[in-house]
């Protein structure tokens, strides 16, 4: 059973850094994409960045230069950076896997900004 925990949210003022960690136990396929997505109050959950078995990355255009995906293969765990944080990235951050033909989601962890 393939298990994602999600860490590292919290409240930060703007301007201010935050990193997230998704720890991933089970069997998962070696070919996979990480991702992480946020689903703000009254809006559609969207994709911030991904991450491929290989490394390539992907951001969405409102957090490139900010945010930074990364992962250790050794420890099963993505992370997410996110630098000059803004009041609008305040959303539950969601970590993602794809692999096979499954899809999983972590529980989610709030990321709030102050203005």
């Known amino acids: 059973q393939v298990q994602l925990v999600e860490s590292g949210g919290g409240l930060v003022q703007a301007g201010g850094s935050l990193r997230l960690s998704c720890a991933v136990s089970?069997?998962?396929?070696?070919?996979?994409?990480m991702g992480w997505y946020r689903q703000a109050p009254g809006k559609q959950r969207e994709l911030v960045a991904d991450?491929?078995?290989?490394?390539?990355?992907n951001y969405a255009d409102s957090v490139k230069g900010r945010f930074t995906i990364s992962k250790d293969n050794a420890k099963n765990t993505v992370y997410l950076q996110m630098n000059s944080l803004k009041p609008e990235d305040t959303a539950v951050y969601y970590c993602?896997?794809?692999?096979?033909?499954?899809?999983?989601w972590g529980q989610g962890t709030q990321v709030t900004v102050s203005s």
């Open positions: 993602n896997l794809r692999t096979g033909h499954s899809i999983y």
């Open positions: 089970g069997n998962i396929f070696s070919i996979n994409i």
């Open positions: 991450i491929t078995n290989l490394g390539r990355t």
